[in-house]
């Protein structure tokens, strides 16, 4: 008997083609955007990418927000688990949105680094701050907030702004921590 080339069920009167195989019913729902394409042409490959996309949907999907932090972070305390929005604002990097069990932090810190500038003839401190996060997702991965990207003064108004900022991020994953470790 056939077998669905994804999940292995086996095949009996509903089946879909691709171009490597058959498909059952529920592969095929989500391997085609709920029946909105057709598989005939694709590759297992390109059917599993897609697959992936929909799991990835549903997840999100399943993510209830009972904290949040401007863009930064968001928290669902029901389930446990965390949302990095990362908009590129704040990332310095092309990522999407990814979301992390509370079990999953090892690690956050706020880390700050300053240089001494002369502007326009008067000594200036000048730093960048962002948020570091460790987590656990087999290997260690490393997530950078950046508040401040670019060096800017010191006693400035928005560096003062968002280091308190930085603060309130690092305290509440701490905390979202502590809270499944007690
Ligand atoms: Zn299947």
Same mark, same amino acid.
């Given at each position: 008997? =056939?077998?669905?080339?994804?999940?292995?069920?086996?095949?009996?009167?509903?089946?879909?083609?691709?171009?490597?195989?058959?498909?059952?019913?529920?592969?095929?729902?989500?391997?085609?955007?709920?029946?909105?394409?057709?598989?005939?042409?694709?590759?297992?490959?390109? @059917?599993?990418?897609?697959?992936?996309?929909?799991?990835?949907?549903?997840?999100?999907?399943?993510?209830?927000?009972?904290?949040?932090?401007?863009?930064?972070? @968001?928290?669902? +305390?029901?389930?446990?688990?965390?949302? @990095?929005?990362?908009? =590129? =604002?704040?990332?310095?990097? +092309?990522?999407?949105?990814?979301?992390?069990?509370?079990?999953?932090?090892?690690?956050?810190?706020?880390?700050?680094?300053?240089?001494? =500038?002369?502007?326009?003839?008067?000594?200036?401190? @000048?730093?960048?701050?962002?948020?570091?996060?460790?987590? +656990?997702?087999?290997?260690?991965?490393?997530?950078?907030?950046?508040?401040?990207?670019?060096?800017?003064?010191?006693?400035?108004?928005?560096?003062?702004?968002?280091?308190?900022?930085?603060?309130?991020?690092?305290?509440?994953?701490?905390?979202?921590?502590?809270?499944?470790?007690?």
């Amino acid at each position: 008997m =056939k077998e669905c080339l994804i999940c292995k069920t086996s095949l009996r009167f509903i089946k879909f083609k691709c171009a490597d195989g058959y498909v059952c019913k529920n592969c095929y729902e989500k391997a085609s955007q709920n029946f909105s394409q057709t598989i005939k042409n694709r590759t297992k490959e390109e @059917l599993l990418k897609q697959f992936d996309t929909a799991i990835e949907v549903k997840e999100e999907a399943a993510f209830e927000i009972s904290r949040k932090i401007n863009q930064l972070l @968001l928290f669902d +305390d029901k389930n446990q688990q965390f949302c @990095l929005p990362n908009h =590129k =604002k704040y990332t310095k990097e +092309d990522l999407k949105p990814e979301i992390y069990p509370f079990s999953a932090i090892i690690n956050c810190q706020m880390m700050e680094e300053q240089i001494e =500038k002369v502007v326009k003839k008067k000594k200036q401190t @000048l730093g960048c701050i962002k948020v570091v996060l460790t987590l +656990d997702q087999g290997e260690k991965v490393t997530r950078a907030i950046w508040l401040i990207p670019n060096f800017i003064n010191t006693t400035s108004m928005p560096y003062q702004t968002m280091k308190s900022l930085a603060e309130n991020v690092v305290n509440e994953i701490n905390q979202s921590r502590e809270g499944i470790l007690c």
